[in-house]
């Protein structure tokens, strides 16, 4: 049986669904939230949207807040006249 | 009162990661930090450590473009894959990613040093035009659910008279429908 290991901290698990339902002790999340992928994996998360002209007011504020929560700066709110 | 936050899995995007196959057990290593390339078979490896003789390769890598969540999102299509930044001396970088006559999926096999029989062209320096890396053995293949693209396979191919290595950047690129 192949193995799983998690690139980030070596953890050699039996199965990829275990990997998946672990919380990463580098992270604090699990490698099926965006937010194990950091800042960065947040903003091409974003940009991925744009591509396909998808990326909503709701995704946008979701994926701005998450940015946030991970230590991010808040994005400029565009002035309105 | 107490608050509770509640945080969704699925309610941002969906969430990517690119994995590494090594060794002919094809031990899969998940979101890899670096894509190094050296003289032994192994995810996230220190280039200094395992440097590559003037004339040989790297070893094969063999990676994919893996979704681990949807995140609500209804499709990932559109994979690229490009490399940016100049090789050292008169290195080429190889791989089986191409934007027409698309091999389909490859099979995996041990990682070799050996020259690719499977990566036969050359790795894009800029963003392709269109997707030259599939998914289900296609380029216009999609993910509508977690899953992972066919195996992008490249190595470095050094040259005799190289003296030092170099420093690029390796793009992998998707598209996402909300």
Same mark, same amino acid.
């Given at each position: ?56 007011? &709701? ?13 991010? &700066? ?8 | ?9 699925? $309610? ?42 003037? $004339? ?6 063999? !990676? ?38 698309? $091999? ?31 998914? $289900? ?19 470095? !191919? ?21």
């Amino acid at each position: 049986m192949a193995k799983h290991i998690d690139g980030l901290t070596g953890k050699v698990f039996n199965s990829e669904a275990e990997y998946l339902a672990h919380v990463s002790p580098v992270t604090g999340f699990k490698p099926t939230d965006i937010r194990h992928q950091g800042k960065r994996g947040v903003l091409i998360a974003k940009n991925a949207l744009k591509r396909s002209g998808s990326l909503n007011k &709701k995704a946008e504020a979701d994926l701005d807040k998450a940015y946030v929560e991970l230590g991010g &700066k808040a994005p400029k709110k565009r002035k309105t006249k | 009162m107490v608050k509770i936050k509640k945080y969704l899995v699925d $309610g941002f995007a969906a969430t990517v990661e690119i994995d590494e196959a090594n060794t002919v057990s094809e031990t899969i290593t998940h979101n890899i930090t670096n894509s190094n390339m050296g003289s032994v078979d192994e995810a996230n490896l220190d280039p200094v450590a395992n440097p590559v003789i003037p $004339g040989e390769n790297t070893f094969e890598k063999w !990676q994919k473009i893996h979704v681990t969540a949807m995140g609500g999102s209804s499709l990932i299509n559109n994979l690229k894959v490009w490399r940016t930044g100049a090789l050292g001396g008169s290195a080429v970088h190889v791989t089986n990613a191409r934007t027409a006559s698309y $091999g389909g999926a490859e099979t995996f096999a041990t990682p070799v040093d050996t020259d690719s029989t499977v990566a036969d062209q050359t790795m894009p320096t800029s963003e392709p035009a269109t997707a030259n890396l599939g998914i $289900g053995g296609a380029l216009a293949g999609e993910l509508d659910d977690v899953g992972s693209s066919d195996y992008l396979v490249h190595q470095i !191919q050094s040259d005799a008279g190289d003296v030092a290595g170099s420093t690029s950047t390796m793009n992998y690129q998707y598209d996402e429908t909300a």
